[in-house]
């Protein structure tokens, strides 16, 4: 990695590679120094120093090499228990009086991940589902439209998985834009006799968007949201006051996500495109 600061536009570097990304910013430094974080592997130890004083900063990145990067390791970790996941989370942006209105909301949903698999989906149903991936508001006579089937077996096959399960509607936003742009990944370790009652506990915390029991040294994924870096030490003092048995093995923040579940995101959060979830081979 090379750093060149200057007082003034900076020239261009076209001609010093075939880069591979370009990108520019503007970045406030109250300190002068400016930290390098990398997207998959976290902070590097490296420190740029940009001026005695505080200051906002122009910043523009290249970058090439991608292509020579190999993965060196991969760890994977079963999920055991799902505790409370995205389509439970609540923005808390309606008043009581509002809220009171609509139908009484349900609990976090607690489920046991198993081996065994759920039967392949029909033709059918697959065709329901891509065209709810499209638009999740289709109502039913545009479901009929859109696959071909009548209205009625269009309802009676929705029904049938939201119903048992196969499938979960869910409202996604744009986290960014929602005054949420700070989302940690926590992986913790609880006494296994705590577990169910933490996992349950935690998955009802306002900032908390997703709990997990998973395989491996730390029993509890947690996905949190939060309005910004300066919440993270209350959130975490929060957590240690709830839950003295609590262990902080790792934490992450995640600094852009290019896609979440099957949408390609901008960096505000907006979607900007669809990547269709695809069934292994038969």
Known sequence: MTAEV?????PAADDRGDWEEQA???????SGELALWGVAA?????????????????????????REVAVRSLRTRLA??????????RTRALEPADRATLFEPRPPTRAVFTTDMHDRPTPEDQA????????????????AAVTGMSEHTARRRLQRMLREGEITLRCDLARPLAGLP????????????????????LARMKQVRSCVSVSGPHNLLVIVWLHGLAAVDPFEALLADRFPDLEVRDRTAVLHSAKH???LLDLQGRATGRVPFALPPS
């Open 6 to 10: 200057w007082d003034g536009e900076p």
């Open 182 to 201: 700070t989302a940690m990944i926590y992986r913790t370790s609880v006494p296994h006799s705590q577990r169910e009652a933490t996992g349950n506990a």
């Open 128 to 143: 329901l589902l891509s065209a709810l991936g499209d638009d999740g508001r289709l109502g039913y006579t545009e479901l």
């Open 261 to 263: 579940m099957d949408r």
């Open 80 to 89: 055991i228990t799902r505790y409370g996941e995205g389509s439970d989370w």
């Open 42 to 66: 976290g902070p590097m130890d490296t420190y740029v120093h940009l001026s005695d004083a505080d200051g906002r900063w122009r910043v523009r990145v290249y970058c090439e090499g991608r």
């Open 24 to 30: 520019e910013t503007q970045r406030h430094s109250p």
